[in-house]
Each structure stands twice: as C-alpha cells, then as structure tokens.
C-alpha cells in the first residue's frame, strides 16, 4: 500500500540514501568511493588488471542507482525546478562564504558543498510529489487508483 503521509521521516531517508550514493561514487577522502577504488588506478596509469568483474558489478549497481535518482528527479522537478533547486543551494552556500562560515581557502570544503547539494537536489526530486501534494492537495497520475469495473 502505498504511503499516503508525507514525514519529514521520509524526505531523509531519500537524503540518507542519495548521500550514500554520491559519496560512494566519489568522495574527498577517498574512503569507500568506486572512483578511488575502481577507477582512479586506470588512470593513473595501471594496466588494467586490477579492474575485474566485481568491480564492473559495483559500477553497474552505482549506475542503475544514479539513473533511478536522476529520472526521478528530472522527471518530477523538470529543467524549471532544477534550475530553482540549484539555484536555492548556490545561494545558500554563497550566504555561508559571505558571513564567514565556511572558506574558500580550502577546495575540500567546495567539493563537500558540491556533493551535499547534488544529494540534496536528488532528494528532493524523490520527495517532490509528496511534498507537492502536501502542500495543495493535487494528485499525481500515479497516485489515482483506476478500479475494475
């Protein structure tokens, strides 16, 4: 059945899940990221025989998660509310640096925001049908229940 509450619950679970896949795509520190792990010693000049099939496995996983989180989210917010959700997150990383908060000094800290914004805008791309109808009471196609007649 399908959930017909909204929580805030919800929405972080969603941000809980995009911040394990983006951060275990890639991140600063390098621990658990299939960039690290899996594709950086391609690059870097190995032979490739460190690239096996498990590795191949984890990537295809890494992908099929990207391409839920991405058509979802493209599909619920459209370029107009990407654009926005971008947007929102610029401005607000751009409000930390201006009082001080956080520093430029440091490209850790741009990587990190980058990141969380990415994961941030995912989740909410998965949330934003709940949270629309929340908000004015309109149903998504999806949400209909077509009955048998």
């Known amino acids: 059945m399908a959930v017909t ?5 919800h929405f972080l679970i969603r941000f809980g899940l995009a911040l394990v896949l983006v951060f ?23 032979d490739g025989a ?3 099939v498990f ?3 984890v990537g295809l996983i890494l992908i099929v998660g990207w391409t839920i989180f991405i ?5 619920s917010l459209g370029a107009f509310g990407l654009a926005l959700a971008t947007a ?4 607000l990383f751009w409000l930390f640096f201006d009082r001080g908060w956080l520093s430029l000094d440091n490209p850790d800290v741009i990587t990190w925001l980058v990141l969380i914004a990415i994961a941030g805008i995912m989740a909410l791309g998965m949330s934003w049908s709940h949270i629309r109808r929340r908000l ?5 196609v999806d949400d ?3 009955h048998d007649s």
């Open 5 to 9: 509450r909204f929580k805030t619950q």
């Open 24 to 46: 275990a795509t890639y991140n600063p520190l390098g621990l658990l990221s299939y960039y690290h792990w899996a594709l950086a010693p391609l690059f870097g000049g190995a």
């Open 50 to 52: 460190s690239f096996d």
């Open 55 to 57: 590795k191949a496995l």
């Open 71 to 75: 058509r979802s989210t493209q599909r």
């Open 88 to 91: 929102f997150f610029v401005l």
């Open 136 to 140: 004015s009471g309109q149903l998504d």
């Open 144 to 146: 209909v229940e077509e």
